[in-house]
């Protein structure tokens, strides 16, 4: 089993940033990818970032590129999302997740779940 536990959320204004951390307990966190995800409103569930169990692969969802980094430290078990730049559509519930494996696959599940931390971006 692995614990995810979601911080830094809140309430920012557009333009805004914010770091997200994910700090996780448990089993080795070093054999897993991590990944963030989010749900807006009414939507669902979407891809943010992904990042391979070493660091040296990241993956981005394409509204987010070039403005959000996703960044891990294997010493601390904790996985980051730093968001820059935010917009409004940016506001939602943003997960952390683990998947059990060295590199990120988008075909696989996710093995483990945070409850999340909110983002709201106001205009």
């Known amino acids: 089993q692995v614990q995810l536990v979601e911080s830094g959320g809140g309430l920012v204004q557009a333009g805004g940033s914010l770091r997200l951390s994910c700090a996780a307990s448990?089993?080795?966190?070093?054999?897993?990818?991590m990944g963030w995800f989010r749900q807006a409103p009414g939507k669902e569930r979407e891809f943010v970032a992904a990042?391979?169990?070493?660091?040296?692969?990241?993956y981005y969802a394409d509204s987010v590129k070039g403005r959000f980094t996703i960044s891990r430290d294997n010493a601390k078990n904790t996985v980051y999302l730093q968001v820059n730049s935010l917009k409004p559509e940016d506001t939602a519930v943003y997960y952390c997740a683990a998947q059990d494996g060295s590199d990120y696959h988008p075909k696989y599940d996710m093995d483990y779940w945070g409850k999340g931390t909110l983002v709201t971006v106001s205009s």
């Open positions: 448990g089993r080795t966190f070093s054999r897993y990818a």
């Open positions: 990042i391979s169990w070493s660091g040296s692969r990241t």
